[in-house]
C-alpha cells in the first residue's frame, strides 16, 4: 500500500495534553506532570492519565509515529506509539528515560501491565520512529532513527479483529515541563516477515 499521512486532526486524545499546537507539518505536545500509563504490576496502582492521539488503525496496515529525542531529562519521560484495544488492554512502545538514560521499550497490558527496556544511550538527541505491524495473532514492534537501521523491540500478542485504535502518546510521570515534538504519523504496508526490515521511507 502506499504510505499514507494520518492527520493530527484525525485523533482524539485519551487525556488531553495541557498545551497542543501544530508548528508547519509538526504536532508540539506539552505533557501534564503525573501523566503516566499503567495497570497494577508491582506498584498495585493505575494511571490511566497519559496523553494518547488516538484514531482507527486498520488491520491491513502498518502504524508508525515519529518525533524528535530533545529535552527528555527526567526519569520516566518518555514519547512513542500508543496501540489500543480497551482501557484494560493496550500497548505503548517508544522512548523512555530511566537511570538518566534512553531507553527503547514496551509496556504491554493485559489487565495487568508488564514493562522491557533496552538502553539506546546513542539515540539521544535523534529523530526516532516507532512501528507496530499486526501479523496473525501478534503485533511487532521496531524502532529506528533517521540514521540508524530498524531495532525490533518485541512481538507480544494482539487479538485478530480487535478494534484497533493507535497513534502518537507522550507521558511525564514526575515532572512538568516535558515537550515533545511529533513530526509524523502514518499508515504503510505491513511486515513482509518478522526477520525482514520494513522500508525506512
Request: charged content about 20%.
Amino acid at each position: 500500500m502506499t504510505p499514507t499521512t494520518v492527520p493530527w486532526t484525525a485523533g482524539r486524545w485519551t487525556t488531553p495534553p495541557p498545551a497542543v499546537r501544530e508548528r508547519d507539518t509538526w504536532l508540539v505536545v506539552d505533557a501534564a506532570q503525573g501523566s503516566d500509563y499503567w495497570r497494577q504490576t508491582l506498584y498495585g496502582f493505575t494511571h490511566d492519565s497519559g496523553h494518547g492521539l488516538l484514531a482507527p488503525w486498520p488491520e491491513d496496515s502498518a502504524v508508525e509515529v515519529t518525533f524528535r529525542l530533545d529535552g527528555f531529562s527526567a526519569r520516566y519521560d518518555q514519547a512513542g506509539l500508543l496501540l489500543w484495544d480497551t482501557p484494560t488492554r493496550w500497548i505503548k512502545a517508544g522512548v523512555e528515560i530511566n537511570d538518566g538514560v534512553p531507553h527503547l521499550g514496551a509496556v504491554v497490558t493485559d489487565d495487568h501491565s508488564d514493562w522491557s527496556l533496552a538502553p539506546v544511550p546513542d539515540w539521544a538527541g535523534e529523530t526516532i520512529t516507532v512501528r507496530a505491524s499486526r501479523a496473525a495473532d501478534a503485533v511487532i514492534l521496531r524502532a529506528r532513527t533517521d540514521d540508524r537501521p530498524w531495532r525490533t523491540i518485541r512481538v507480544s500478542r494482539f487479538a485478530p479483529g480487535a478494534p484497533a485504535q493507535a497513534g502518537p502518546f507522550t507521558c511525564a510521570p514526575t515532572r512538568s515541563g516535558l515537550t515533545v515534538v511529533f513530526t509524523r504519523w502514518r499508515h504503510t504496508a505491513p511486515d513482509q516477515d518478522l526477520h525482514l526490515d520494513p522500508p525506512t521511507d
